[in-house]
């Protein structure tokens, strides 16, 4: 669920999510150096957040295929 604001150009509510107003183009975050920085380090946060997510669903992947090839080794040795 997104939070909403309204803009401070035509006054419709909008989502936060939005750098622009859909309806006028009004920039909805001040230009200033402190809100880009906020916004860059959101970004980086959440580019962070997907590199761990990433990371452990490949770590799950990695312990299946572990215990998988187990079972093959431990088959392939029992029909010697």
Known sequence: MYTMCVCKGCGRTLEKKF???????????????????????QYE???R???RRQLYEMEQELDELEEELSVYALSAQMHK
């Open 19 to 41: 750098l622009y107003c859909p309806y006028c183009g009004t920039c909805r975050v001040s230009q200033d150096e402190e809100s880009l920085d906020v916004l860059f380090n």
């Open 45 to 47: 946060e959440n580019r």
């Open 49 to 51: 957040e997907v590199r």
